[in-house]
């Protein structure tokens, strides 16, 4: 069995990235990400007694995400903040495709974009997807097709 | 020409999460929970001042019902669309005449419109269907 040390770096290393991709896209600046992401990582951590489930993380990020919209009141400042600092990691090839599909993904209403990061890079089932985020399992899959018919539609008229 | 869903799945699967910044991996290796001993001392007083505010809080008024999606009074259905979404092989497996058949199970969304009963704009909502379906393997 893993000392701690080494099972909670080991479980930064293999599931981080995914859950920064989420915090990101539920605050409105790198700071509040990081913020949210160690503190949900933390209380998961310690609820779960060890490692939690997926699940679990994705929807401590969202709980105190929507926690720190409501109780500060710097949302000029955090928009201000707001970066171009890249989302996703692509090889050279698909560069292009990568920030193209970043950008399109940026465009799609908050609602379908959390489904889809949280079905397609949180590797979640729907059911998952839909207790995480209290929405009906057929309200996740709805929203996952409606987002990828948006994505088609938009990068139809961008691609060559 | 419109890329078809797999392809954009395909290309999804092309980009993966940015890995975090050095600086924050490092302040995430720091912040490992510890056994919280010291939180114990807390938990009970803090555990009964939760419990006293609750109580003289009371019984909150009913929350504004937000309708949740498809939910809708009174309502008949009138037509549906189906929506492949996954399809996965679970293998194969004997009938019971001994004959192999591939399991396949394929994930839906239906979407079914309702006719609102004050009359109106069809309403649609989306349910997620499961089932698996034999397919026949022919055996040369």
Request: a neutral charge; aromatic letters at 6%.
């Amino acid at each position: 069995m893993a000392a701690p040390d080494q099972d909670w770096n080991a479980w930064l290393a293999e599931n981080a990235a995914r859950f920064l991709l989420f915090a990101r896209q539920q605050t409105r600046s790198r700071h509040d990400a990081e913020d949210v992401l160690q503190e949900s990582l933390v209380e998961s951590w310690r609820r779960a007694a060890g490692r939690p489930e997926a699940a679990l993380v994705f929807a401590t990020i969202r709980r105190r995400a929507i926690d720190l919209g409501r109780s500060s009141d710097r949302r000029a400042h955090r928009e201000k903040e707001c970066g171009n600092e890249a989302h996703f990691a692509t090889c050279e090839r698909d560069r292009e495709a990568a920030e193209l599909l970043e950008r399109e993904l940026h465009r799609l209403p908050v609602a379908q974009r959390e489904v889809l990061t949280l079905k397609f890079w949180g590797g979640l089932t729907f059911a998952q997807v839909a207790e995480t985020l209290d929405i009906p399992p057929g309200t996740a899959a709805s929203r996952y097709r409606l987002a990828l018919e948006a994505l088609r539609e938009s990068l139809a008229t961008a691609l060559p | 020409m419109i890329p078809p869903e797999d392809d954009i799945e395909a290309l999804l699967a092309r980009i993966a999460p940015a890995p975090p910044p050095a600086a924050l991996m490092e302040r995430l290796r720091k912040a490992r929970p510890r056994k919280g001993r010291r939180l114990l001392r807390f938990a009970v007083p803090l555990a009964a001042a939760a419990g006293l505010a609750l109580a003289w809080l009371g019984p909150q008024p009913d929350a504004m019902r937000h309708p949740v999606d498809g939910e809708i009074p009174a309502r008949q259905p009138i037509g549906s669309v189906q929506h492949l979404m996954e399809v996965s092989d679970l293998g194969v497996v004997l009938d019971q005449d001994r004959r192999p058949v591939r399991l396949i199970r394929t994930r839906w969304i239906d979407e079914i419109l309702y006719a609102p009963s004050g009359g109106g704009e069809p309403v649609k909502e989306g349910r997620l269907r499961e089932e698996v379906l034999p397919v026949s393997l022919p055996v040369y």
